[in-house]
Each structure stands twice: as structure tokens, then as C-alpha cells.
């Protein structure tokens, strides 16, 4: 069984004023994912990385933070009684209802003590806490509503990836439909298992260890860079095909994930990047869909910062990077 890596080299010619008007070609490759057929764009230079950026104004004042000790108590939604507990406590993090919820089951974990916390200062434990508080919740909606499927464990950190809040918090989504792309996933990927009688996943960590796409491994989980990136440095974790349905809340794969994590964001820093997003896709026991984590980077948070969601993401679903996965896999390598 072979994946097939799909590439196409497109080039564009014109007279250049950075060339004193001589005649230049730029190539842009065009990249198809092996399990759904989307489409990434590598665009070289097209991702600016602002020098030292200042951003302690904005990050560094707590007043009136939901999140923060002391408030998140008394300030947060407190779940119904079918959870179980009014909120729910793993260390450091903190769940609780979503007010402003995205479907029937949406919570959202304070995930630190701390009001901000740079990137490459995160701790194993604080994801694994915060992955523990996710999980227990994704199980407790399971054992609740039998037609609740799909479910996805999402984190957005800092302005440029949509959070409104600068206190580190995921969020849980569970419900009996999944998002677009959550769905076009799981579907590819069992059609690719009745026709191969083998997780896609498993398949793809399989053919691409050893080469430069394949950063790591983390006890039960293998990290990659995919071929066709969803955006900007994408790291995949992928639990290994004996682990389906919703992890262990205190179980090594949680912290399997955590760890990635942490060496994943050490990886951004190192390159002067400072915001990123998280989705982790469960779905409930099927041999082909293994939790998968997918993490990209995004703008630099600045006093300026720009968006990085053009009209080629927003409108047309075209994923754009600067740096081809090859490139950023082997770097990330080094810091696992």
C-alpha cells in the first residue's frame, strides 16, 4: 500500500524592480492532500515575522479577567446536573459551560493560574490538566446523549488566531454533526480504511518515518508535517491506531499530547513566533479515526499585527504557507 503525494509547480514571469527589471520567474507549488484532495498553496516570503514584538500592554493586565484565580469562580457558567460537579478541577485548570456556547455541549477550560503565558513557557502538566478537564467532558456528554459523535478540543492563543481573551483557555465542541472540515476528515479517512483494512493515520506515520516530514515520536503518539498544510508551520499528532474514541482523562495519551504540544510551541518561539491554534478531532470508537491534534501558527502578535486570514482562507478554502513541510518537519525535529 502506497500514499500517493500529489505535487504541481506553477510559475509566474515578469519584469522585476528588485531585479532592475530583468526578467524573473517565481515558482509556487501546489500540493494536494492524500486523504481529502484540498489544495495548499507554498508561496515563499508571503509570511512577515516582525522583529522583538511589544506586546506587554496587551498581555500583561489581569483587571477583570473571567479566567483569573478568584474570579473564574464566581464569574463562570456552572454546568448542569447530569455532569456531575459544577465545574470541573484538574491542577491548575478550571471547566466550565461556554456563555457563549456553539452548539448543545460547548465548555471552555481556564487552562492556567497564570493571566499570560509566552509560548515557550507552558508546561507538560498545564496541557495535560487542561487535556484531562477536556476529555472527562467529551466522556460525561458520550454517556449522556447517544447521538453526541463528534467532538473536538480547540485552543485559540492571542488576537491573531481569535482569541478574545489573552488568559490561556481551551474550548470543547460535542455534538451529533462535527464541523466541515471535522467531517470531511472522518469520512475520507473511513473510506480509506474499508478500502485498505488499515487506519489512513497508521498508514501515513508508517511511510513517512525516516524522512523529513516525520518530526517525532511522544510515547503513543506520532508527530508529522503533513504534505499539504491546513496553514502556516502545521504539526499533526496522531495517536497510535490501538488508541480510538476519547483518551484516558489521566491516561498516558493525554500526556503523550501534552508534551508534543509544549515542544511544538517551543519550535514556534524559537523561530519568533507567539501565537498559534489548536484542534483535536475525537470522534467515538472506530478503528479509522484515531485522535488526531493538528496545530498551526499564526500572525505575530504586535502592536500592528495583521491577519493571516486572507480571502484565500476565508473565501475560497485555499490553505497558503510560506515554508514547504519538509523545511519546518526537520526543524521541528530538534526540539522533540
Known amino acids: 500500500m502506497s500514499i500517493q503525494f500529489e505535487l504541481d509547480t ?23 492532500d492524500p486523504l481529502t484532495g484540498r489544495t495548499t498553496r507554498v508561496v515563499a516570503d508571503n509570511f512577515l515575522l516582525p522583529k522583538d514584538p511589544e506586546i506587554d500592554d496587551s498581555v500583561l493586565d489581569s483587571e477583570g479577567c473571567f479566567f483569573c484565580p478568584g474570579t473564574v469562580e464566581e464569574a463562570t457558567p456552572t454546568y448542569p446536573e447530569w455532569v456531575g460537579t459544577d465545574r470541573g478541577k484538574s491542577g491548575e485548570a478550571t471547566s466550565f459551560p461556554n456563555l457563549n456556547p456553539y452548539g448543545s455541549y460547548s465548555n471552555v477550560i481556564a487552562l492556567t493560574e497564570e493571566h499570560f503565558v509566552p509560548i515557550d513557557e507552558f508546561t507538560t502538566e498545564q496541557f495535560a490538566d487542561g487535556l484531562c478537564a477536556a476529555f472527562q467532558y467529551v466522556r460525561d456528554v458520550f454517556d449522556h446523549d447517544d447521538d453526541a459523535r463528534f467532538a473536538s478540543v480547540n485552543m485559540n492563543f492571542l488576537r491573531p488566531a481569535g482569541s478574545s481573551l489573552i488568559h490561556p483557555h481551551m474550548q470543547t465542541l460535542v455534538d451529533d454533526r462535527g464541523t466541515n472540515e471535522q467531517r470531511r476528515i472522518a469520512d475520507a479517512a473511513r473510506e480509506f480504511y474499508e478500502e485498505h483494512d488499515e487506519s489512513y493515520w497508521s498508514e501515513l506515520a508508517m511511510q513517512v518515518r525516516g524522512g523529513d516530514r516525520y518530526v517525532a515520536e511522544t510515547g503513543g503518539v506520532h508527530w508529522l ?29 493525554a500526556h503523550d499530547f501534552a508534551e508534543g504540544l509544549v515542544n511544538v510551541l517551543s519550535y514556534y518561539a524559537s523561530v519568533g513566533l507567539n501565537s498559534f491554534n489548536v484542534a483535536m478531532f475525537i470522534e467515538r470508537d472506530d478503528p479509522a479515526l484515531p485522535p488526531v491534534m493538528n496545530i498551526t501558527a499564526r ?38
Do not use: C, M, N
Not at 510559475?11 to 507549488?29: G, N
Not at 499539504?228 to 490501538?242: E, F, M, T, W
Not at 502578535?301 to 475560497?316: C, G, K, N, R, V
Open 225 to 253: 508535517a503533513p504534505f499539504a498544510p491546513k496553514h502556516h508551520r502545521h504539526l499533526v499528532g496522531v495517536a497510535a491506531q490501538i488508541h480510538t474514541g476519547v483518551p484516558a482523562p489521566r491516561g498516558d495519551v
Open 299 to 336: 500572525s505575530v502578535f504586535d502592536e500592528y499585527y495583521w491577519s493571516d486570514a486572507t480571502y484565500f482562507t476565508s473565501l475560497h478554502d485555499e490553505s497558503v504557507v510560506d515554508v514547504d513541510p519538509e523545511t519546518y518537519g526537520y526543524e521541528a525535529h530538534k526540539f522533540f
Open 10 to 32: 506553477q510559475e509566474a514571469t515578469f519584469h522585476s524592480p528588485l531585479e532592475e527589471f530583468e526578467q524573473t520567474t517565481v515558482e509556487t507549488e501546489i500540493r494536494v
